[in-house]
């Protein structure tokens, strides 16, 4: 074989195995939704129990530094236990969604924080999102989704997720390992530029309750006002 012939390479994604230069966004989104799992079928009141009487069991012997990550594991337990009474209880792990991010063809699937995501986001995830915030359930929200101008039309996909995470309490803050599953949604503007969208959104807008939660700017001041308030994301 010549020194210069480039060999295939091959990656397994769940049961199938596709070469790496075919790993098309639709592949990774698939098996990315595969990966969903109910913590309900956990029975969390049981291992919460569990978890406490190890933490007493560590107060009693004097492991502090015992007794202190048992009680991490409790709070977040607790906070798990907490949004899934809301509807949200299917958790993708961050490891599966990071596995095969680096094999889809040309890197073009991204997750990025939702505050640096910068297409609309469907009312009815809209709807979900709001009922997280106002309830305070998650430390911070991540967006999976495709980035179309580095690939083919044919090839592109309009099914971006959104993820709520909590935090590590420790100074690093990184994202616990349990993503919690808030919604996809097919994005209907993917291939227009933001005015393009803008254009596209007023012709099709309609009432509803959505609508009616947002507070409009009264004034080109007040919208000034607002974007002192927020960190400036990092261009792409």
């Keep these: 074989m010549n020194e210069k012939e480039i060999i295939a390479e091959y990656v397994k994604i769940g049961d199938k195995e596709f070469l790496k230069s075919d790993v098309s966004p639709s592949t990774y989104f698939e098996y990315v939704k595969d990966m969903k799992k109910n913590i309900k079928d ?8 569990n978890c406490l009487t190890l933490f007493n069991k560590a107060v009693l012997t004097g492991q502090e530094a015992m ?3 048992l009680f991490e594991k409790y709070s977040l337990m607790m906070r798990e236990l907490e949004a899934s009474k809301y509807g949200f209880d299917i958790v993708v792990y961050k490891s599966d969604i990071e596995k095969y991010i680096k094999d889809v063809s040309h890197h073009t699937v991204k997750i990025i924080e939702l505050s640096k995501y910068k297409r609309e986001i ?4 809209i709807e979900k999102l709001l009922i997280a915030k106002e309830n305070k359930l998650f430390d911070q929200y991540y967006v999976v989704f495709t980035k179309y101008k580095k690939i083919a039309k044919e090839r592109r996909e309009k099914d971006p997720i959104l993820f709520g995470t909590f935090l590590s309490s420790d100074s690093y803050k990184i994202p616990e390992e349990r993503f919690f599953y808030i919604g996809d949604w097919i994005d209907e503007y993917c291939e227009l530029t933001l005015d393009e969208m803008v254009k596209e959104y007023n012709a099709n807008v309609t009432d509803s309750e959505l609508t009616h939660k947002i507070e409009m700017p009264k004034s080109l001041d007040d919208v000034r006002e607002y974007f002192k308030t927020i960190e400036k994301p990092e261009k792409d």
Excluded: G, H, T
């Design 122 to 125: 469907d009312d009815s995830v």
């Design 42 to 49: 956990e029975n969390l009141n049981v291992v919460i129990d």
């Design 67 to 69: 007794a202190e990550r």
